[in-house]
């Protein structure tokens, strides 16, 4: 079982429609969650982070966080075509700094 | 305000010989992490560090090394570049330990 699972995709999302993107981890200690959005050929970009269960909202992107589930998300509210990229979820487990990655789920917004 | 930096862009190296690649912390952060991506999956972590010692680290060989100068700034060296050591390597910065890491640029390297 990998530490950070991510359905790989593509994930097709016609414009101006939500896009929720899922992410399991295995190890229950892990405390704090990151989104990452990477265009292609270019480095990983920090959307969103949240340590808490519960919601976090930053203009069109909410994350969600569900500890006793081991699952975290992603919505993308009223999608662009520039939203098409890959979006990495990566974890902090207890012990440490490294942030483990999932294999990315790509998007593409259609217009 | 200065984000990552990272240099060399790109580096086309052959099998059997060195390399080092360089990192400039975000303003502020005093923490770098390296990473490797190999194409179409999720970035590896290689190690970590702060106050110029190596806190952390992946499952990767001792090929693998690296330093971080007073100034923060951080170098990776690869020793005995194999072909499977090509990849997109990352840079991240944070302050301490277990906040938000910002990505430089990257540096791609292409080992033949």
């Known amino acids: 079982q990998k530490e950070v699972e991510q359905n790989s995709g593509p994930l097709s999302v016609p414009e101006g429609a939500i896009a929720s993107l899922n992410c399991t981890y295995s190890d229950r200690g892990s405390q704090s969650f990151f989104w990452y959005r990477q265009y292609s050929g270019k480095s990983p970009e920090l959307i969103m982070f949240i340590y808490s269960n519960g919601d976090k909202e930053d203009g069109r992107f909410t994350a969600q966080l569900n500890k006793a589930s081991q699952y975290v998300s992603l919505l993308i509210r009223d999608s662009q075509p520039s939203d098409s990229a890959t979006y990495l979820c990566?974890?902090?487990?207890?012990?440490?700094?490294?942030?483990?990655f999932g294999g990315g789920t790509r998007v593409l917004v259609k217009p | 305000d200065a984000g990552v930096t990272q240099s060399p862009t790109h580096l086309i190296k052959t099998r059997g010989q060195q390399v080092t690649l360089r990192c400039s912390p975000k303003s502020g952060h005093d923490t770098v992490s390296w990473y490797q991506q190999a194409l179409g999956q999720g970035p590896q972590f290689i190690f970590q560090?702060?106050?110029?010692?190596?806190?952390q680290r992946g499952n990767f060989p001792d090929r693998f090394s690296g330093h971080q100068f007073p100034n923060y700034s951080s170098e990776l060296n690869v020793n005995a570049l194999l072909l499977g050591d090509s990849a997109l390597y990352l840079c991240a910065s944070s302050l301490g330990v277990g906040n938000e890491q910002f990505f430089g640029p990257g540096t791609r390297l292409t080992v033949l």
């Open positions: 560090y702060y106050e110029e010692e190596e806190r």
């Open positions: 990566a974890v902090i487990k207890a012990a440490g700094n490294k942030l483990t």
